[in-house]
């Protein structure tokens, strides 16, 4: 399979962990964006990343959350001290630079419950 | 960032066309329309996208108002598996913002 993977699929944690997700973009897609989803809402854009510089943070995206994308491959999405209200499905989507429309292919998600 | 307003819900029949409608008064001159669906328990798919000119591809046809204003998408031929939520995007940076979008049921 070469689309998005997401690792893992289903995370249920209790408040105040800290969780970890990984994403795998494309192989030589350039960029990866992390976006967050809640229940009857469309996807919230969260952050993304141009190789391995991190170019854009959403206000979403408090001190207890930290992207990582080291050598411009996968990345990382860690949650500290997580809180009830960060339970929903957390979308890693990646992209060619500069090409075409710039499609976002999109992984499957990491559902997140925190209890 | 730019807004678009679609109708919150649609249904068709099986094999029938289908018209989703999208506004999108603000729009500036180097916003992209674009459209993703999301079938249930699944990310978001690209389906097309257009900046000026009617689009087609083997998935949809998106028909753009000359002033740009408003677009509809056109799936031509219904199937089941059509049945998701449609998002019109106006994509001017980097990232996707997504509002409510359409959800479409596909009676059989």
């Known amino acids: 399979d070469t689309g998005v993977s997401q690792d893992p699929r289903h995370k249920i944690t209790k408040r105040g962990q800290n969780v970890t997700f990984r994403c795998d973009p494309i192989?030589?897609?350039?960029?990866l964006y992390w976006y967050r989803q809640t229940l009857g809402q469309g996807p919230e854009f969260l952050t993304y990343f141009q190789n391995e510089a991190q170019l854009e943070k959403s206000r979403l995206l408090s001190d207890r959350f930290s992207a990582e994308r080291p050598k411009g491959s996968f990345s990382t999405l860690e949650i500290q001290r997580t809180e009830q209200g960060d339970s929903a499905m957390y979308l890693c989507?990646?992209?060619?630079?500069?090409?075409?429309?710039?499609?976002?292919?999109f992984g499957p998600g990491t559902r997140l419950t925190v209890l | 960032d730019a807004k678009t307003t679609q109708p919150n819900s649609m249904e068709s029949n099986e094999e029938e066309p289908v018209h989703l409608p999208c506004n999108h008064s603000?729009?500036?001159?180097?916003?992209?329309i674009h459209w993703y669906r999301q079938l249930p328990s699944q990310g978001p798919e690209y389906v097309i996208h257009g900046l000026t000119s009617n689009v087609n591809n083997r998935m949809a046809s998106l028909a753009i108002a000359e002033d740009r204003k408003s677009s509809t998408l056109i799936l031509h031929r219904a199937t089941l598996r059509d049945a998701a939520v449609y998002y019109c995007?106006?994509?001017?940076?980097?990232?996707?913002?997504f509002g409510q979008g359409t959800r479409l049921t596909i009676n059989p």
């Open positions: 995007i106006l994509k001017g940076a980097q990232k996707l913002v």
């Open positions: 192989s030589e897609h350039n960029r």
């Open positions: 989507a990646s992209s060619e630079m500069d090409r075409g429309p710039n499609e976002q292919f």
């Open positions: 603000t729009i500036s001159g180097t916003d992209y």
